[in-house]
């Protein structure tokens, strides 16, 4: 069984759109959860944190289940700059190794 | 704002020779990590490694692998007897007191 899974998409949308994306990861132990972006050939970025009480930055709001194991992103008002590969990204010890998602992309059209 | 920065950007490396990776962590982070991402798949964990030892390493990580912390800014990741499956991006990533992990821009490893 994977470790994290996400759908790979691509979600092709229009500017404008609301969009999500989920996760689920395996490890019940899991500490800390991330949503990172990856544009094409370059590294992850951090793109927020995941807290079970949620949270919000802007336009992108996180939520995590830990009873289902569920991590889940949504984007408003797309921009065409989302345009990108969103990253699940669970850590599952105290050493805080970083497991990934295959990461799910995101195309926003004009 | 500070970064991690990763040198070579590129290196391109016959099968067999050995290759180092430099990176240079964020000033007064304590927690330093090798990641790897082989074209079209996800990032995989390498190695974490902390006061100058290493805390953690996957299986990818054999005995063709190691890390260093050479001086007070650098850390480097050599690769003895490089493979066509080396092929591969490569990230440094860093962590502070926090629970999250800086990335660096990568080095892009071609094994011909």
């Known amino acids: 069984r994977k470790e994290v899974e996400q759908d790979p998409g691509p979600f092709n949308v229009p500017e404008g759109a609301t969009v999500a994306f989920n996760c689920t990861y395996s490890n019940s132990a899991s500490q800390s959860f991330f949503w990172y972006r990856q544009d094409c050939r370059k590294e992850p970025k951090l793109l927020m944190s995941v807290y079970s009480s949620g949270n919000e930055d802007g336009r992108f709001t996180a939520q995590l289940n830990r009873a289902s194991q569920y991590i889940s992103l949504l984007i408003r008002d797309s921009k065409l700059s989302d345009s990108a590969t969103y990253l699940c990204v669970v850590n599952e010890d105290s050493s805080y190794k970083l497991i990934f998602g295959s990461g799910t992309r995101l195309l926003v059209r004009p | 704002e500070p970064e991690v920065t990763q040198t070579p950007s590129h290196q391109v490396t016959q099968m067999g020779q050995e290759v180092i990776l430099r990176c240079v962590p964020i000033?007064?982070?304590?927690?330093f990590y090798w990641y790897r991402q082989i074209l079209g798949q996800k990032v995989e964990f390498l190695v974490s490694f902390y006061n100058n030892e290493i805390s953690e390493k996957s299986e990818i990580f054999d005995d063709q692998f190691s890390v260093e912390r050479p001086d007070g800014s650098n850390f480097t990741l050599k690769i003895r007897s490089t493979k066509l499956e080396d092929s591969a991006m490569y990230f440094c990533?860093?962590?502070?007191?926090?629970?999250?992990?800086?990335f660096g821009p990568g080095t892009r490893l071609t094994v011909l």
């Open positions: 000033s007064n982070h304590l927690y």
């Open positions: 990533a860093s962590r502070g007191l926090g629970d999250t992990q800086y």
